[in-house]
């Protein structure tokens, strides 16, 4: 059940590293956006993915669809984000009305990302009762994040650029994000139909498992957020995720620019890509020994971990790469 895991998170993150590398770049390399317009369009989009990742928990816990609480959402989600997603990637119109699009789709689509994503993490604690063997679930769903930018370092220019040369030079990144929302799709749908009998469908459940489920469907949206924010661990926890996202979308976004303004040579990324995933993907096997170096703290070797990537992340800033072109 680890590799299944492992390999429904793979293709969702194959999704999410289009849009991390390539969501900005699209906008003004290829729909050709002034920088304002994008500027507004990220802000927006920003804000209502933070937004979304409010109540995404939120719509799993209150809508019930007849193959179980969680895991018809790996059936559903992935169809409904499908369009949304490449739609994020087209100009329709002219730059208003593209920028409209944009939002629309990127704000449907992050909705439904996040509430697939929630009920992907749901499973771990309905696929087993032994936190041992939920550790070892939630290292591989990490290592699918590492392992999916290492593939994804290889496809996706020449996906870009096949695409680009078959439908036009403004449906490459559409291309390449129709490609891997189907992948998504895929990887999704195999652990739906895998993972059948981990949770009672809507019929099945009964008793005491029916009751829940209604008394879930009565908890007004207040108490549900009023439960959340007087929760000062996971409020910073929240703190903490947000910050590591934004710590990886400014990663993404100085590296697509660095390739291609200093550079000039945006080939280059998806090398550097593929090698830096599979740095990071040997160091996940770190995991364990940081763990027992720490005696079992999880939340000591958490910090040890970011310790090391601030460390680590230093050392360009210091070295100062000089620029090719004069940017």
């Given amino acids: 059940m680890v590799w299944l895991y492992f390999i429904g998170k793979f293709g969702f993150c194959m999704l999410t590293c289009t849009e991390l590398y390539y969501f900005s ?14 500027s507004m369009i990220l802000t927006i989009t920003a804000a209502g993915d933070t937004v979304s990742s409010f109540i995404s928990g939120i719509i799993v816990e209150k809508v019930h669809l007849p193959w179980g609480q969680h895991r018809s959402w790996l059936l559903v989600g992935p169809l409904i984000y499908a369009i949304p997603t490449v739609i994020m990637f087209c100009k329709i119109g002219s730059d208003i009305v593209a920028a409209v699009v944009i939002i629309i789709a990127f704000l449907v689509g992050h909705l439904f990302w996040s509430v ?9 604690t309905l696929l087993t009762d032994d936190l041992d063997e939920r550790s070892a679930l939630s290292i591989s769903s990490g290592r699918a994040s590492l392992g999916s930018g290492l593939l994804f370092g ?3 220019m020449p996906i870009v650029n096949f695409c680009a040369g078959l439908f036009g030079p403004g449906f490459g990144y559409a291309g390449l994000a129709g490609l891997l929302t189907i992948l998504s ?3 999704y749908w195999l652990l739906f139909f895998v993972t059948k009998g981990c949770e009672p469908t809507r019929k099945e459940a009964v008793g005491e498992e029916a009751a829940a489920v209604k008394e879930a469907e009565k908890v007004p949206l207040g108490v549900m957020y009023k ?3 007087t929760n000062r661990d996971l409020v910073i926890m929240i703190i903490c995720v947000a910050l590591s996202y934004a710590q990886q979308f400014l990663g993404a976004g100085l590296q697509y620019y660095y390739f291609s303004l200093n550079l000039g040579n945006l080939g280059a990324m998806g090398m550097f890509l593929t090698i830096r995933s599979a740095v ?3 160091a ?11 005696r079992g703290n999880k939340k000591v070797a958490y910090v040890l971990s970011y310790a090391f990537c601030a460390i680590f992340l230093l050392i360009p800033w210091f070295m100062r790469p000089t620029s090719v072109i004069g940017y």
């Fill in 227 to 229: 439960a959340v924010f």
């Fill in 185 to 187: 799709i895929a990887t």
């Fill in 116 to 124: 697939t994503e929630a009920a992907y993490y749901a499973l771990n």
């Fill in 280 to 282: 990071a993907f040997l």
């Fill in 25 to 38: 770049s699209f906008m003004t390399d290829s729909a050709l956006l002034s920088s304002a317009l994008v």
């Fill in 284 to 294: 996940s096997w770190w995991t364990s020994l940081l763990l027992k170096l720490c």
């Fill in 154 to 156: 290889f496809i996706s």
